[in-house]
């Protein structure tokens, strides 16, 4: 392994990944990405379930998938290799008049910022989503440039751009210590060895507070339990089924290999790194299931899994210089949308570094938000 490089970039998920390769393509100089698993992205990144959207409650979110998606649609013109953004559209369900209140103020700030939503009526819902349980329904919120994208292929996309690009990649090495030079970090430790650097970029999503305590900096990051399901094959899952969240329910559905994945949040698990499956938490995605989509009777369970959402205190990302040390800069905490956000984290994370005005203005996501109490909670978050 090297012994200098201009930039290290810690975590071979999808977020790190995006940012070597954006670092790469704007000759940041040398870059050396560093995973402490055997493969990249077996982190959050391979337990996503793919969806990605830009209906968001809060400015800063909605403005960052938006950018991501523009980046998704370009994915082959700006890295030279395939990987599909389906955009079958996402689709809110609401029961609740408190949901209907809040998700249509979120529309009119959707829209004022160029995000095409429609708010649909039983008639249309029914045509997009058969089978879907309506009786209770008031309406939905329906973004049809929002769908769904593979991690892996996106994944690796970025892995061999940033790959031919010149960045290399220590697979099995994990990040153990932070050598700090007055003001600086100027060094990562790991049990392969240590590179002296110039800039640390922390990409280590749901483990990120560890790399905090490194330098006796505390950044608020949970790893918290999320679980998904997969059906076998559905005669009424079509290709263009979309993403639907049932928005009471907190369950979450969309079209997986010719059956649907289903997922929930559970508000009750604690912040842990346990990634074992639940049977209980299965049981209680499968009874929203069941409620909503009474078709699923007779449905077979194919796969299920765990993985962990990496939840900051008011669900948005943290991307920025860590405040007090030069040499560190965190990009991490996506809180569950990772993956839709990991285009424009990565671009936006090689504009900062390399002293251009970013594309967005993230100011809102610096992690000095939190000790200057500048808390704005995302609250569609599922
Ligand atoms: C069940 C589930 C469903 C989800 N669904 C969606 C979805 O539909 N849409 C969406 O956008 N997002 C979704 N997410 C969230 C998404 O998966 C994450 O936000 C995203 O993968 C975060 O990427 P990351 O690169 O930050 O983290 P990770 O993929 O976890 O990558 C971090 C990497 O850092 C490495 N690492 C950590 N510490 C060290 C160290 N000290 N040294 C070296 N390496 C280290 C880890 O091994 C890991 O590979 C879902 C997550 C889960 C669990």
Request: proline content about 4%; hydrophobic content about 40%.
């Given at each position: ?210 790399i905090g305590q490194m330098i006796g900096v505390d950044l608020p990051v949970q790893p918290i339990r999320r679980q998904c399901v997969t059906t076998g094959e559905l005669d009424f899952v079509r290709p263009d089924f979309p993403m639907v969240v049932d928005v009471a329910s907190g369950l979450y559905f969309h079209k997986e290999s010719k059956g649907l994945l289903l997922g929930w949040a559970d ?116």
């Open positions: 392994m090297r012994e200098k490089a201009d930039a290290v970039v810690i975590g071979g998920g999808i977020i790190g990944m995006a940012a070597a390769f954006y670092l790469a393509r704007a000759q940041y100089g040398k870059i050396v990405l560093l995973e402490r698993d055997s493969l990249t992205g077996t982190g959050s990144t391979s337990k996503a379930a793919g969806g990605i959207r830009a209906q968001f409650s809060n400015r800063v979110n909605i403005k960052m998938s938006m950018l991501s998606e523009k980046l998704f649609c370009q994915f082959k013109e700006d890295t030279g290799q395939e990987a599909l953004f389906d955009q079958v559209g996402y689709m809110f369900l609401l029961s609740r008049p408190e949901d209907v209140e809040s998700f249509y103020l979120s529309v009119e700030l959707q829209r004022s910022l160029g995000l095409k939503v429609d708010i649909l009526k039983a008639d249309d819902i029914a045509r997009l989503a058969p089978h879907v349980r309506l009786d209770d329904i008031h309406s939905a919120t329906f973004c049809a440039d929002d769908g769904l994208a593979d991690p892996h292929e996106f994944l690796s996309g970025y892995e061999k751009a940033a790959r031919n690009l010149g960045v290399e990649i220590e697979l099995e090495t994990e990040v153990t210590g932070l050598t700090r030079t007055g003001d600086r970090i100027t060094e990562v430790i790991t049990n392969r060895g240590n590179i002296a650097c110039g800039m640390v970029v922390n990409a280590t999503g749901a483990f990120g507070s560890q508000p009750d698990v604690k912040p842990s790194t346990d990634i074992s499956i639940d049977p209980d938490y299965t049981d209680n995605i499968l009874e929203r299931a069941l409620d909503r989509i009474p078709q699923l009777e007779t449905a077979e369970v194919a796969n299920q899994w765990a993985g962990l959402y990496e939840v900051t205190p008011d669900h948005r990302a943290i991307i920025g210089y860590e405040p007090k040390v030069e040499g560190l800069f965190h990009v991490l905490g996506f809180s569950g949308h990772g993956l839709m956000q990991a285009p424009a984290a990565g671009l936006i994370c090689s504009q900062i570094l390399t002293d251009q005005k970013p594309e967005i203005d993230i100011s809102d996501l610096s992690p000095a938000r939190f000790s200057k109490g500048k808390i704005q909670k995302e609250t569609n978050v599922i």
